[in-house]
């Protein structure tokens, strides 16, 4: 059973940045970062495929930036210029489907971001 495990979420106040890291337990074909904010639904934030394509959802082009370490199986999404409508829960995902996807296989628990205005 793959494992992911998210961490650097937090508070920052708008304009501000954040960092977060997603290990995983094993090597996964495409990763990325989808989030949730209250009464919504979940939406992709970015993806990127074990060869380095990225793919990524509108409202953050300029922003956010994905990146990858297949050395440690570990993905990472650069925060920058942040806005309160960047405030919800992000998750890491993975899966081994070929790239492009948007279907994911595994998640993980999700880590809170907040952005105050």
């Known amino acids: 059973q793959v494992q992911l495990v998210e961490s650097g979420g937090g508070l920052v106040q708008a304009g501000g940045s954040l960092t977060l890291s997603c290990a995983a337990s094993?090597?996964?074909?495409?990763m990325g970062w989808f989030r949730q904010a209250p009464g919504k639904q979940r939406e992709l934030v970015a993806g990127?495929?074990?060869?380095?394509?990225?793919n990524y959802a509108d409202f953050v082009k300029g922003r956010f930036t994905i990146s990858r370490d297949n050395a440690k199986n570990t993905v990472y999404l650069q925060m920058n210029s942040l806005k309160p409508e960047d405030t919800a829960v992000y998750y890491c995902?993975?899966?081994?489907?070929?790239?492009?996807?948007?279907?994911?296989?595994?998640w993980g628990q999700g880590t809170q971001v907040t952005v105050s205005s």
């Open positions: 995902a993975a899966t081994i489907r070929a790239w492009p996807t948007t279907r994911y296989n595994y």
């Open positions: 094993g090597r996964l074909n495409v």
């Open positions: 990127m495929a074990i060869g380095g394509m990225t």
